[in-house]
């Protein structure tokens, strides 16, 4: 038998990897429009996203408490099935990071925590409530970030179609920069919380914090802050070339619209009080793309990349629920 106190230490170590991973994970959601044009070189790209991620994950944590209560109930939630959920959201991570693949962080560990707590439980664990919530949001944030990426893209295109492309493009490289660390700083904000809420679960679960209290401890703010910002400085260069290239060649102004479009949709999900919602920032950033290159003309966008991440979208949450049942499993034989 592993004591409680080295099972909730493992907790935290792979919540951290997680988080970690999913820093170079979704790096290029932050910065590959940036990189794409050339507004910034990849080191910049990368330090710019790490310090801004830093901040942003520091920044708020209702998302960490729809985390730890909208999936499944704190009260059934063992050191077991948290470590179950993060194995299988950290495996699905790097599979689909080897492949350069921009899969969703969000629905793996969704999935993960899901699979693992029927394993353990049966479907009645589940918050459907909550996890009703948080599907419709991880479903409509990508089609908002769509349909208003094409809105800021005809309009950013009909006041100021009349400037010449050099002009343009001069101007609006400066102006990703700024719009690279808007995104970087809502990524750190949206998806960061995502290790504070599993970790604050383990804590419940081992009784060394109130289920009463959802908020995570100073301590853990830090840690998965820091974890992130060490991530995304990694860098995460195959899924950087497939969201800045693959999907629709951009032009500064094409990236800012972008990046803008992203910010104003995960903000929204974060920040607002009847949401703090976790969504895909890979989803909503290729969404926000999509509807970029269609205000252009629909044929420029590579719809065939796009349907290769829906693919990956739909298949995401069942393998990984499937994953995280069978890593509860060996746990449970094993522990």
Request: glycine share 8%; net charge positive; with cysteine.
């Amino acid at each position: 038998m592993t004591s409680l106190g080295m099972m909730v230490v493992l907790v935290v170590f792979l919540a951290l990897a997680f988080d970690y991973i999913n820093g170079f994970h979704d790096t290029a959601n932050a910065i590959a429009t940036s990189v794409s044009t050339r507004a910034l070189t990849p080191k910049q790209a990368v330090m710019l996203a790490a310090s801004f991620n830093l901040f942003g994950a520091l920044y708020s944590t209702g998302v960490a408490q729809t985390i730890a209560k909208d999936i499944v109930s704190p009260v059934y939630v063992t050191q077991e099935v948290v470590i179950a959920a993060l194995l299988s959201a950290i495996a699905w991570n790097l599979i689909t990071w080897y492949f350069g693949i921009p899969s969703s962080s969000s629905h793996a560990i969704i999935g993960g925590m899901a699979g693992a707590a029927v394993a353990k439980v049966g479907f009645s664990v589940l918050q459907w409530h909550g996890i009703g919530k948080i599907l419709a949001a991880l479903i409509v944030s990508p089609i908002v970030g769509i349909i208003l990426g094409f809105i800021i893209m005809k309009t950013l295109a009909f006041c100021f179609g009349g400037f010449s492309p050099s002009k343009l493009n001069h101007g609006f490289k400066k102006m990703q920069v700024l719009s690279a660390g808007l995104l970087a700083f809502n990524h750190g904000s949206n998806d960061a919380q995502k290790s504070m809420g599993i970790i604050t679960m383990a804590l419940i679960a081992a009784g060394l914090q109130s289920q009463t209290v959802l908020d995570p401890p100073l301590w853990v703010k830090f840690a998965c802050a820091l974890a992130m910002a060490s991530g995304t400085a990694a860098g995460g260069w195959k899924i950087i070339r497939t969201m800045g290239g693959k999907i629709f060649k951009l032009e500064p102004i094409n990236g800012f619209a972008a990046d803008l479009t992203s910010s104003i949709v995960i903000w929204t999900a974060t920040v607002f009080p009847s949401l703090h919602l976790p969504v895909s920032t890979t989803h909503v950033v290729s969404g926000s793309i999509m509807g970029v290159g269609s205000a252009k003309r629909v044929s420029a966008v590579r719809w065939g990349v796009a349907q290769q991440m829906l693919v990956a979208w739909v298949v995401t949450i069942p393998t990984t629920s499937l994953m995280a049942a069978l890593f509860y499993f060996l746990l449970s034989k094993v522990i």
